[in-house]
């Protein structure tokens, strides 16, 4: 690990900033005033304790403005000051067992009383060891993505006395980790404190001495910051052999790396050449780290798992050679024992003339080749996934060879294979693992992404027969409550086979099973059916799909007129609404064009501009409807004066401000007009309606 950390850093930039930032700490003059209690001298300085030493307390001139550097002194030498510290001081009488303590605090924290329990660890830390306690704190702290409140927390709990234990080292890296949101990656500064933390823990003088655990946390936090420099910095000072060396976890976390740092910080940026360059240098990166890993694996010193043979697949899967993905099969079948249904890429049975591949990426560079006594070969290029063989033990004593411990497939596995096998455009092979994985000796339990990418795989094939049998019995069968996209993906693979005659009695089935299974079916999923009848041009059978519209339009009115049976938000109700009405539109559009292409007896044109009107007046309706609640929805733009209110409200300032722009809105002024005229309109001018008999071949729902 610590050769590979190092050819990983000589072949980067050199770093342009240092990682580790450690303040010097001021001497100590006199007593700190701002302490509360006598704590004792701790033997490892750490890099965020910045103490402020003073003699006295800044004197504020009578007159002048308090700047917020003096308000901050003035706190300081007051002291913390604890809120109802007499009740708290009463509930710590019944608490003097450091176990009971942490777990009231743990309920204090779970009704969302952060601040009680905070004071509740200041307390009680005058009269016993409740680090445990501060704990709890500290991950709440982290959990709600409040990292400087939560360092504060972990400085102030060492100057009481209590000081960290693994636990707490553990819950600060971790935390350092954590993001509001999975697409954004981790900020800089989390990445100098979390190396500044575990180097702290590795210093001579340290209580608490880091594990494989809290090297995985710091990788864990450069990984997320996409910051390779300083995860080749952590990782080279893994050791070889011990406690401390690397595991399952570690190899995982660098693969990841290394995988998410081939697409860049910015890949917008970046050009498609410097792309291609730059994944196929993660690619040779990954493999020379997966030689490392099976070196080990055979000496048993590292087990292998799902996750790390899932982190490898992806990484070859972001290369654009053809051989790169080959390598999955190779890998699957050395680390799981699954053999391959198919043979390599280069032999003469094997064609690959009707792969599309991408020549931008750079070739593999050949490297020598390091044979070993059992014929393993150490070439990341050609060999890094060859078959091995367990190896002989290091002493003589012993009998045999150590045996294998294969890594147990599972969904992950599937869809590896999966997506291997439809990129270099060979479906049987997938369907063939598909079925080896599913059944026999592995019956591996598919998820429901699983079947999203076997929908996926029949999309691009045009299985449109295989995607409704999918739908229909398998995901039943596995007891998997399918989504909204996995019928979008269905109902994509029956559009992409249009000239299959049976192509709408698949589509009809995937419809069946979408309103059986949802409360709401899925709009998008419906027009796409609609406009898959129209590219049939057949009159009985668009009319045999409009006229199966008729219960599915029936709901969608109820849910327009009376609302959602279940409990969601304003914008997501309003938004399925305006689907509903993308769809009405759409079935109207759908009656215009089987009209228009006389594609249904001129005798008949009656009744369906009967069903077509009473579509259009209830769509010009729930239109309207929608329109006024999505107004309801906007917000105010940025900048507006807010008005005052009259007195005696008692809504709040901001929702009667809100409601004051609305109504003084130019634009809402004239639309509520419009409304006043046509309504008035409407009253002194009724329309005409005719007495026809309303006609018995069907309607909607009506």
């Given at each position: 690990?610590?050769?590979?950390a190092?050819?990983a850093a000589?072949?980067?930039q050199?770093?342009?900033?240092r990682?580790?930032?450690t303040?010097?700490?001021?001497q100590?003059s006199?007593?700190r005033?701002?302490?509360?209690?006598?704590?004792?001298?701790d033997d490892v300085?750490?890099?965020?304790d910045?103490?402020?030493e003073?003699?006295?307390?800044?004197?504020?001139p009578?007159?002048?403005?308090?700047?917020?550097?003096?308000?901050?002194l003035?706190?300081r030498?007051?002291g913390?000051?604890?809120?109802n510290k007499?009740?708290?001081?009463?509930?710590?009488?019944?608490?003097k067992?450091p176990?009971k303590?942490s777990?009231?605090?743990?309920?204090?924290?779970?009704c969302d009383?952060?601040?009680?329990?905070?004071?509740?660890?200041?307390l009680?830390?005058?009269?016993m060891s409740?680090?445990?306690?501060w704990?709890?704190?500290v991950d709440?702290?982290?959990?709600?993505?409040?990292?400087?409140e939560a360092?504060?927390?972990?400085?102030?709990?060492k100057?009481?006395a209590?000081f960290?234990?693994?636990?707490?080292?553990?819950?600060?890296?971790?935390?350092?980790g954590f993001?509001?949101?999975?697409?954004?990656?981790?900020k800089e500064e989390?990445?100098?404190k979390?190396i500044?933390?575990y180097?702290?823990?590795?210093?001579?003088?340290?209580r608490?001495?880091?594990n494989?655990?809290?090297?995985?946390?710091?990788?864990?936090?450069c990984?997320?910051?996409?910051?390779?420099?300083?995860?080749?910095?952590?990782a080279?000072q893994?050791?070889t052999k011990?406690?401390?060396?690397?595991?399952?976890?570690?190899?995982?976390?660098?693969l990841?790396a290394?995988?998410?740092?081939?697409?860049?910080k910015?890949?917008?940026?970046?050009?498609l050449?410097?792309?291609?360059?730059?994944?196929?240098?993660?690619?040779?990166e990954g493999?020379?780290?997966?030689?490392d890993?099976i070196?080990k694996?055979?000496?048993g010193?590292v087990?292998?798992?799902?996750?790390?043979?899932g982190?490898m697949?992806?990484?070859?899967?972001t290369?654009?050679?053809?051989?790169?993905?080959?390598?999955?099969?190779d890998l699957v079948?050395?680390?799981?024992?699954?053999?391959?249904?198919?043979a390599p890429?280069?032999?003469?049975e094997?064609r690959?003339?009707?792969?599309?591949q991408?020549?931008?990426g750079?070739?593999v560079?050949a490297?020598?080749e390091?044979v070993?006594?059992?014929?393993?070969?150490?070439?990341?290029?050609?060999?890094?996934?060859?078959?091995?063989?367990p190896?002989q033990p290091e002493?003589?004593?012993?009998?045999?060879t150590?045996?294998?411990?294969?890594?147990?497939?599972?969904?992950?596995?599937?869809s590896?294979l999966?997506?291997a096998?439809?990129?270099?455009?060979?479906?049987?092979i997938?369907?063939?693992y598909?079925?080896?994985?599913t059944s026999?000796d592995?019956?591996?339990t598919?998820?429901l992404e699983?079947?999203?990418?076997q929908?996926?795989?029949f999309?691009s094939?045009?299985a449109?027969?295989?995607?409704?049998?999918?739908?229909?019995e398998?995901?039943p069968?596995?007891?998997?409550?399918?989504?909204?996209s996995?019928?979008r993906l269905a109902?994509?693979?029956c559009?992409?086979?249009m000239k299959n005659?049976?192509?709408?009695e698949?589509?009809?089935?995937?419809?069946?099973v979408?309103e059986?299974?949802?409360?709401?079916?899925?709009?998008?999923?419906?027009?796409?059916?609609?406009?898959?009848?129209?590219?049939s041009?057949?009159?009985?059978?668009i009319v045999?799909?409009?006229n199966r519209m008729?219960?599915?339009?029936?709901?969608?009115?109820?849910?327009?007129?009376f609302?959602?049976?279940?409990?969601?938000?304003e914008?997501a109700?309003?938004?399925?609404?305006?689907?509903?009405?993308?769809?009405?539109q759409?079935?109207v559009?759908?009656i215009d064009?089987?009209?228009n292409?006389?594609?249904?007896p001129?005798?008949?044109f009656?009744?369906?501009?009967?069903?077509?009107?009473?579509l259009s007046?209830?769509?010009?309706?729930?239109k309207r409807?929608v329109?006024k609640?999505?107004?309801?929805?906007?917000p105010?733009?940025?900048?507006?004066?807010?008005?005052?209110r009259?007195?005696?409200?008692?809504?709040?300032?901001?929702?009667?401000?809100?409601r004051?722009?609305?109504y003084?809105?130019p634009?809402r002024?004239?639309f509520?007009?419009d409304?006043?005229?046509q309504?008035r309109?409407?009253?002194?001018?009724?329309?005409?309606?005719?007495?026809?008999?309303e006609?018995?071949?069907g309607?909607?729902?009506?």
């Amino acid at each position: 690990m610590r050769a590979i950390a190092g050819d990983a850093a000589s072949a980067r930039q050199p770093l342009q900033h240092r990682l580790l930032l450690t303040p010097q700490l001021h001497q100590r003059s006199s007593r700190r005033a701002a302490s509360t209690v006598a704590a004792q001298q701790d033997d490892v300085s750490d890099a965020f304790d910045e103490v402020m030493e003073f003699d006295e307390v800044p004197k504020v001139p009578e007159r002048a403005v308090v700047t917020p550097r003096a308000q901050q002194l003035t706190k300081r030498a007051k002291g913390i000051e604890i809120e109802n510290k007499k009740s708290l001081e009463i509930e710590l009488r019944y608490l003097k067992d450091p176990l009971k303590l942490s777990e009231h605090v743990k309920y204090t924290i779970k009704c969302d009383k952060l601040d009680k329990a905070l004071d509740l660890c200041r307390l009680a830390s005058k009269t016993m060891s409740c680090v445990v306690s501060w704990n709890a704190v500290v991950d709440a702290l982290m959990r709600k993505n409040k990292i400087n409140e939560a360092l504060k927390v972990y400085n102030e709990m060492k100057k009481r006395a209590q000081f960290p234990d693994s636990y707490t080292y553990m819950m600060v890296l971790r935390g350092l980790g954590f993001r509001s949101h999975i697409d954004q990656p981790v900020k800089e500064e989390n990445v100098s404190k979390a190396i500044a933390i575990y180097t702290s823990m590795n210093a001579p003088t340290s209580r608490v001495k880091p594990n494989i655990m809290h090297t995985n946390a710091t990788l864990n936090v450069c990984a997320l910051a996409l910051d390779m420099d300083a995860l080749w910095s952590v990782a080279g000072q893994i050791p070889t052999k011990g406690p401390q060396a690397a595991d399952r976890m570690t190899y995982t976390i660098i693969l990841n790396a290394i995988r998410h740092s081939a697409y860049g910080k910015n890949p917008e940026d970046v050009q498609l050449e410097q792309i291609a360059s730059r994944r196929q240098k993660a690619v040779d990166e990954g493999r020379r780290v997966w030689i490392d890993v099976i070196r080990k694996w055979r000496a048993g010193e590292v087990m292998i798992d799902e996750d790390l043979v899932g982190s490898m697949g992806r990484l070859l899967l972001t290369s654009k050679r053809i051989e790169d993905w080959d390598n999955v099969l190779d890998l699957v079948q050395q680390t799981m024992n699954v053999k391959r249904l198919i043979a390599p890429v280069g032999s003469p049975e094997r064609r690959t003339e009707h792969v599309p591949q991408d020549g931008a990426g750079e070739a593999v560079e050949a490297q020598q080749e390091e044979v070993d006594e059992e014929g393993y070969t150490n070439s990341p290029a050609t060999r890094a996934f060859k078959v091995v063989k367990p190896s002989q033990p290091e002493h003589a004593t012993s009998k045999g060879t150590r045996p294998l411990v294969w890594a147990q497939p599972g969904p992950q596995t599937v869809s590896l294979l999966v997506d291997a096998c439809q990129r270099m455009r060979i479906p049987r092979i997938a369907s063939a693992y598909w079925e080896l994985l599913t059944s026999g000796d592995h019956s591996v339990t598919p998820d429901l992404e699983n079947f999203d990418r076997q929908l996926r795989l029949f999309a691009s094939n045009r299985a449109s027969a295989k995607a409704a049998k999918l739908i229909r019995e398998d995901l039943p069968a596995a007891g998997i409550e399918p989504k909204n996209s996995t019928f979008r993906l269905a109902m994509s693979a029956c559009q992409r086979d249009m000239k299959n005659p049976h192509v709408l009695e698949h589509a009809t089935t995937i419809i069946d099973v979408m309103e059986k299974s949802q409360a709401d079916p899925d709009a998008q999923t419906l027009m796409e059916y609609l406009s898959l009848a129209l590219t049939s041009n057949d009159g009985p059978k668009i009319v045999a799909v409009i006229n199966r519209m008729d219960s599915i339009v029936h709901n969608l009115r109820s849910r327009v007129s009376f609302g959602p049976d279940r409990k969601m938000s304003e914008v997501a109700d309003v938004r399925e609404l305006k689907q509903a009405c993308m769809f009405l539109q759409t079935l109207v559009g759908t009656i215009d064009t089987l009209m228009n292409r006389s594609l249904v007896p001129a005798e008949d044109f009656q009744h369906w501009h009967a069903r077509r009107a009473d579509l259009s007046k209830f769509l010009g309706s729930a239109k309207r409807r929608v329109e006024k609640r999505d107004r309801n929805l906007a917000p105010p733009p940025e900048g507006n004066k807010r008005l005052g209110r009259p007195l005696g409200l008692t809504m709040g300032k901001d929702a009667w401000a809100l409601r004051e722009f609305r109504y003084n809105d130019p634009k809402r002024k004239e639309f509520r007009r419009d409304s006043v005229r046509q309504e008035r309109e409407a009253n002194f001018n009724p329309p005409r309606r005719s007495n026809r008999d309303e006609d018995d071949r069907g309607g909607f729902g009506m």
